[in-house]
Nanobody, 122 residues
Framework: QEPLVESGGGLVRPGESLRLSCAASGRPATMAWFRQAPGKEREFVAAVNRNGDRPYFADTVRGRFTVSRDNAGNTLHLQMNNLIPEDTAVYYC??????????????????WGQGTQVTVSS
């Protein structure tokens, strides 16, 4: 397993932006963001391959969120624009082994961060 540490959560108003980061000690193959809203199951948000050039998104965030990795490949970012109250959730970083690109299933991800709270409210 790969230790993952998220940062960057907070309270913002609708329409504002927020950037989350996730630091890994290594360079995982696929890294992703999931989120869990109160009373709901955890859901896939976005993911990207090791090189950072093949991102994919949940329909609910496509066009508003972007996902990227730094040049070293060990930090994952989630840029969230035009936030809406429905984006309120605990956001989790996750990492998956080689051969996992394209998956949206929690069971494919073997390492998880502790989560960071994002609240969108006026």
């Amino acid at each position: 397993q790969e230790p993952l540490v998220e940062s960057g959560g907070g309270l913002v108003r609708p329409g504002e932006s927020l950037r989350l980061s996730c630091a890994a000690s290594g360079r995982p193959a696929t890294m992703a963001w999931f989120r869990q809203a109160p009373g709901k199951e955890r859901e896939f948000v976005a993911a990207v391959n090791r090189n950072g050039d093949r991102p994919y998104f949940a329909d609910t965030v496509r066009g508003r969120f972007t996902v990227s990795r730094d040049n070293a490949g060990n930090t994952l970012h989630l840029q969230m624009n035009n936030l809406i109250p429905e984006d309120t959730a605990v956001y989790y970083c996750a990492a998956a082994p080689p051969g996992s690109w394209g998956t949206r299933s929690e069971s494919s991800f073997t390492s998880w961060g502790q989560g960071t709270q994002v609240t969108v409210s006026s």
